[in-house]
């Protein structure tokens, strides 16, 4: 099996998905407690509960992530695992009775399949239910309509997915990785920048969005492009304890592998966005080092949501482009 971000002690992963429909959630389970961070780079964020994540703020710990297709409707799916948490009296406890806090974020994945159906909280359940440590990869969960390389349109783009990564320290600290790519560029592998999914040009291969860019005429149709329709959505976890302030550092260095691995990244037209989860099964490691591996990971899952997926929706992936 895979390294996965599940080889974090205290994390399970579920996916469920409706692949008529193209849409899917995926849920990152910390039914323990996990200390939760996030960072936004993105233009066109759509998320739940993130202002509970900021350091100044008075809970710390969280039960769950949930990654969601459908833009801002998916946020709905969350509702699904807060019911599964609520059953089990899983939450963060006040006078009257425990509360789950279940932060979460949405991918666009409206234009691949169907633009009238997206996850919901029978989802969002679902994905709780089939939580384990195995995870599955590529057009799975929240990657089911996840797609790449969209400048040139939907007939130029190609699958994306879910991609999971880790990494174990001498220490015995693990440092592990999810992401989802549904981004406005091309995936890129770190080593050496070879174009893994993108924008495919009309005679074979990839057109290069960075090249594409840089064109008169793709920059004067630019002014007519939305925003908010691609976003890479991504949680980073170790079992090294850390503060809520030292979470979202590591957050913050993990975002180094976006433009690592995506060209562009953080775009007025991407809600990028990375959570951060801490279940302090192990000593503090210093954050200097969680977040400069965390980066690396996160780009090895990242270069997995393209290596992963399989075509869907009339648009090929990476095995099927040649890529």
């Known amino acids: 099996m895979s390294p996965a971000i599940t080889d974090v002690p205290g994390l ?24 939760g961070a996030v960072d936004v780079r993105g233009g066109a964020p759509g998320s739940r509960e993130t202002d509970l994540l900021d350091p100044v703020a008075t809970v710390s710990v969280v039960h769950a992530v949930a990654l969601c297709g459908g833009s801002a409707f998916g946020l709905a799916a969350a509702g699904g695992v807060v019911e599964w948490l609520r ?33 919901d909280a029978a989802l969002g359940y679902a994905a709780c ?5 195995h995870v599955a990869e590529g057009s799975v969960g929240v990657g089911t309509g996840a797609s790449v390389g969209k400048l040139l349109g939907m007939q130029h ?5 879910v991609g999971t990564w880790s990494e174990t320290l001498a220490d015995g600290t693990v440092i592990g990785a999810l992401a ?41 149709r630019m002014a007519g492009m939305l925003g908010g329709e691609n976003t890479t959505l991504a949680v980073v976890a170790t079992s090294a304890h850390l503060t809520k302030a ?14 690592r691995t995506i060209r562009p990244a953080h775009t ?16 503090s ?20 949501c393209a290596t992963q997926a399989t075509s869907a929706g009339g648009i090929p992936a990476a095995d099927d482009a040649g890529g």
């Open 12 to 35: 399970l992963v579920g996916h469920a998905h409706d692949t008529a429909a193209l849409t899917g959630c995926t849920v990152i389970l910390t039914p323990a407690g996990a200390v």
């Open 87 to 119: 059953e089990r009296n899983i939450g963060y406890e006040t006078r009257v009775r425990r509360v789950p806090i279940v932060p979460a974020a949405v991918i666009f994945d409206l234009a691949l399949g169907s633009a009238d159906r997206w996850a």
């Open 129 to 133: 239910v089939a939580a384990d440590r």
């Open 157 to 161: 783009a190609m699958k994306a997915g």
């Open 180 to 220: 989802v790519c549904n981004a406005l560029g091309d995936i890129r592998a770190a080593a050496d920048g070879r174009i893994l999914a993108g924008v495919r040009a009309t005679e074979g291969g990839f057109a290069d969005t960075m090249h594409l860019l840089r064109r008169p005429d793709v920059q004067q």
């Open 246 to 259: 030292e979470a979202t550092k590591m957050a913050q260095m993990a975002q180094d592998a976006l433009p």
């Open 268 to 283: 007025p037209f991407d809600g990028d966005m990375v959570f951060a989860l801490a279940t302090g099964r192990q000593r």
């Open 285 to 304: 490691q210093h954050v200097a080092v969680l977040g400069a591996i965390a980066a690396e990971v996160l780009a090895c899952a990242i270069e997995r």
